[in-house]
């Protein structure tokens, strides 16, 4: 309705600043593109799609069961040892590591 209309983000009703939505912006494309990238590992191992996939989610978002042979009755335990450390990666990036690369690559960035 009005092309050149500029509306700034809000949060609980305080306006956000640029750079604070470009950082979410950033995490949520890290978050999907170490999704995409550990789905890719998962997949060329065999996997079918959407155990691949719904395992890279699981994994980095550590929340236990995904679909397809990791479902609420299986787990990884049929896995490669490959594709067990290469999920066990993912776990650590999820839980621990992601804010400390972005922490890196944002004090880069600004020099």
């Known amino acids: 309705m009005s092309p050149h209309r500029v509306q700034a ?3 609980d009703g305080r306006m956000r600043s640029d750079e604070l939505v470009n950082d979410a912006y950033g995490y949520i494309f890290c978050y999907l593109l170490i999704v995409v990238v550990f789905a890719a590992v998962n997949l060329s191992f065999g996997l079918d799609f959407t155990t691949g996939v719904t395992a890279s989610v699981a994994c980095i978002g550590n929340v236990g069961p995904g679909f397809g042979e ?38 880069i960035r600004m020099k």
């Open 9 to 11: 983000v809000r949060v």
């Open 70 to 107: 990791v479902g609420s009755m299986s787990n990884f335990a049929a896995f490669p040892a490959v594709l067990k450390a290469t999920s066990m990666t993912e776990m650590l990036i999820g839980r621990l590591e992601i804010f400390p690369i972005l922490y890196l690559l944002r004090s």
